[in-house]
């Protein structure tokens, strides 16, 4: 059974940081690419970051570059989203996501990636 756990989420004040982590177990970890993806009320899912299968690659979406770090431990099977300098407009609920098609990393689609974790909330104070 494929799962994705994440955690880590809360609530911050501007300017702080969160770091979330995402658990997956269940498939060949070793055989996917990662991504965290984002939504906020009313709004599209969209892909914030991206980690390529070898690791050696990431993405970000512009809005959080520079301020958001994607890294895995392929020994643990986790991937994690650091997230410093938040910002009020970084609240939304976020999800950790695997996909089994290369290149999926770069510039995440949700349409790309099979395997979806439940969510951790962020919410951030001005």
């Known amino acids: 059974q494929v799962q994705l756990v994440e955690s880590g989420g809360g609530s911050v004040q501007a300017g702080g940081s969160l770091r979330l982590s995402c658990a997956a177990s269940?498939?060949?970890?070793?055989?996917?690419?990662m991504a965290w993806f984002r939504q906020a009320p009313g709004k599209e899912r969209e892909g914030v970051a991206g980690?390529?299968?070898?690791?050696?690659?990431?993405y970000y979406t512009d809005s959080v570059k520079g301020r958001f770090t994607i890294s895995q431990d392929k020994t643990k099977h986790t991937v994690d989203l650091q997230m410093n300098s938040l910002k009020p407009e970084d609240s939304a609920m976020y999800y950790c996501?695997?996909?089994?098609?290369?290149?999926?990393?770069?510039?995440?689609?949700?349409?790309?990636?099979?395997?979806w974790g439940q969510g951790t909330q962020v919410t951030v104070s001005s």
């Open positions: 980690i390529s299968e070898s690791g050696r690659n990431t």
């Open positions: 996501a695997a996909s089994h098609a290369g290149g999926a990393y770069y510039r995440p689609e949700k349409s790309d990636f099979t395997y």
């Open positions: 269940g498939f060949t970890y070793q055989s996917v690419e």
